[in-house]
């Protein structure tokens, strides 16, 4: 089962020690510049210092089991509690501030198919996977749209395009592989003066055209504002299409812009499949699952997302991602792409 992509899977002995010993920052990564925006952010630097210390452990790095869950059980007891105390006070900000340095922000994304047309159109959950399970996102596909569409929210009742409570959106192009990610901001058709209130552009996800048919895993460009000195985003507000993160990045005009991709899983002899180590984070194989990372530092994983059950995910991200950049990215993997499998 070549297509059978990522698999929980302890396969590479390397991935933390090269991290503590020779990464000093991994901020720098993302600092492009630009002027700071001028919402005023608060609570972003407070590096906890033992934060990662869970994915630290050497737990058992050079194992190599790959029996789906099998060799989960023990490490279920270290991994738990997941994260850090997240104090999410304010939901709308927290879900659109970047995750604080060194603090991994671990969530759970749930597939509700129940009711008449959920099977076509499910909503998807995003809770922190702590012990209080706080609710932080709500997605669902349009109907009516002529390309996939998801709104998301941040009340799970309220999936209105409309409402107060709508944060944000993820658009696809014709082909399914490409999305834009967009934050709950005005179309530039309805911009005010300034521009101010315009919506802006928190993430692009291309994801590679597969021509050789439906053979190995999917590769995927994330594409991202880069942050300032303050370590706040750089706001990208395009005018109109030609300005956005996707053309920017199809034509390098790289300025105040970030590209990841997706870690490349290792085809494994002995499961006959390609696996990536998520850290006991992920039991099942599946086509979706994923890590992104930066070029520069492939041990510093952005984002993760993988399956644990058939309608149940893990997705963790650290800085400078944010929960709705994230969410956004883990609803793009949903979609149906044929031409990416």
Known sequence: AT?????????????????????????????????????????KKVPPK???SEEETPETLQKNS??????????????????????????????LQPAPQGVTIKCRVT?????????????YYLHLDNDKKVFLLAGRKRKKSKTSNYLISIDPTDLSRGGENFIGKLRSNLMGTRFTVFDNGANPDRANADWS??????????YETNVLGFKGPRKMTVIIPGMNADCERVPIRPRNDN???????????MDNVIELHNKAPVWNDETQSYVLNFHGRVTHASVKNFQIVHGSDPDYIVMQFGRVADDA?????????????????????FDGKLACE
Do not use: H
């Open 3 to 43: 297509t059978s992509s990522d698999e929980e899977d302890d396969s590479d002995s390397s991935t933390k020690p090269i991290r503590s010993e020779k990464k000093k920052n991994p901020a720098s990564l993302f600092q492009t510049g630009g002027d700071p925006p001028k919402e005023k952010k608060s609570k």
């Open 66 to 95: 790959n029996k789906k869950g099998k060799a989960k059980k023990s490490k279920k007891k270290e991994e738990r509690p997941p994260s850090p105390v997240i104090e999410v006070e304010n939901l709308e900000e927290f879900v």
């Open 111 to 123: 597939r509700d198919k129940r009711g008449m047309d959920r099977g076509l159109y499910p909503t």
């Open 313 to 333: 995910f893990t997705m963790d991200y650290n800085y400078p991602l944010c929960a709705v950049q994230a969410f956004a990215i883990a609803l793009s993997s």
């Open 197 to 206: 209130n315009v919506r802006q552009e928190l993430s692009a996800v291309v």
């Open 243 to 253: 300005d956005g993160l996707l053309m920017r990045w199809q034509n390098r005009n």
């Open 50 to 52: 033992g934060a990662e």
